[in-house]
C-alpha cells in the first residue's frame, strides 16, 4: 500500500486552517504561497 500525496492540496489545507485559526495571517500565507510558486516556477519544478 502506498501513499502519494501532492503538495499543492497539502499547502492549500493548511493554510486553509491558519487563516481560520488566525485570520490576520492571510497577507503571509497568501505571499509565502505566491513565493514558493515563484521560486519553484523558476527552478523548473511544478507543484
Known sequence: MTLHLELAPLISLGAGVAILAFPRLLNFI????????????????SL
Do not use: N, Q
Open 30 to 45: 497568501v505571499a509565502g504561497y505566491l513565493i514558493a510558486l515563484g521560486v519553484l516556477g523558476l527552478l523548473g519544478h
